[in-house]
């Protein structure tokens, strides 16, 4: 489906850009997904573990988090075929690789 593409680019994008620094307790969630004639509203959370790994998603100054939400968003556009209104947060859930149920929502089985 076109939302759990639109997670797989978050993620690749994410795991691309931050490389080595990337905590591996790490997922993204689509919280939501709209389409609106040919525009795609989307809103994503960076799930973190820990409150320090939120640092290395934000950057200096927001640079990094900037950067992965511009990159996906293109790489949306194209696979889509029309304009997206990206936005992303990054936040804290300790614990969630350990919740069933959000990793089915997550799509991992």
């Known amino acids: 489906s076109e939302r ?3 997670g797989q680019y978050v993620r690749e994008t994410l ?3 931050t490389g080595d620094e990337l905590p591996y307790g790490s997922a993204v969630d689509i919280e939501k997904f709209v389409v609106e004639g040919g525009l ?3 809103s994503a959370a960076i799930l973190v ?3 320090g790994h939120k640092p290395i998603i934000i950057g200096s100054g927001g640079q990094t988090l900037k950067r992965i939400a511009s990159e996906a968003r293109q790489d949306m556009e194209r696979i889509f075929g029309g304009p997206v209104f ?3 947060f990054v936040k804290v859930k300790s614990g969630w690789a350990d919740d069933t149920r959000l990793l089915q929502t997550l799509g991992y089985d």
């Open 4 to 6: 759990f593409l639109a």
């Open 15 to 17: 795991f691309r850009l």
């Open 40 to 42: 795609r509203r989307i």
């Open 49 to 51: 573990d820990r409150e």
């Open 86 to 88: 990206l936005e992303i």
